[in-house]
Every structure is written in structure tokens, then in C-alpha cells.
């Protein structure tokens, strides 16, 4: 996340973002656009929508297609979530 914030591709701030802050840097050409905020994209750029275009997941296995994920790529709990053992876990 460090590479990615620090390369000058996004906004320094997409680590510790909002997932709406982090579609309004997009939109203002300052951000990468995660799948879920597509849809709010759509809606608020449409004329844009030509100029957005996703890239796989890297493939982990020679010679075999990558694949991605069902929902998000969760990596971390949120701070703004609920405490709970099971987001712990």
C-alpha cells in the first residue's frame, strides 16, 4: 500500500481514505477506483465512463489465469467499524 500511495499514480491519502473520499479523488483524476464505487461513477460521469477501464488480478500460479474475488479485497478492519472478536479473527 506504501508503493502505491508514494508512486504519484493516486492520492497519498487512499491508505487511510473513506471508500467515498477515495471515488471523489478518482473522479477528480487523483485516485484508482475500487469496484464498488463503479456504480456512483457511472452515475455522476457517464460521459467518462470510455476512459475507465479495470486490469486483472495478477495470476499466482505459472501458466494459469488469475482469478479474482467474490465481494472486496479485504485486507485490514476498518477504525470506523464496530469492535468485534470475528473481525479480529
Known sequence: ???LTTAG???PSLGN???DEVRQAFQRGQGALEPY???SYAKEKPQDLAHV???RYPSVVPGRPSRGTIGGF???VSMCSPPNAE???
Open 1 to 3: 500500500m506504501k508503493t
Open 9 to 11: 499514480v493516486t492520492d
Open 17 to 19: 481514505a473513506k471508500e
Open 37 to 39: 464505487g463503479y456504480a
Open 53 to 55: 477501464h479495470g486490469a
Open 74 to 76: 479485504t485486507l485490514a
Open 87 to 89: 473481525a479480529f479473527e
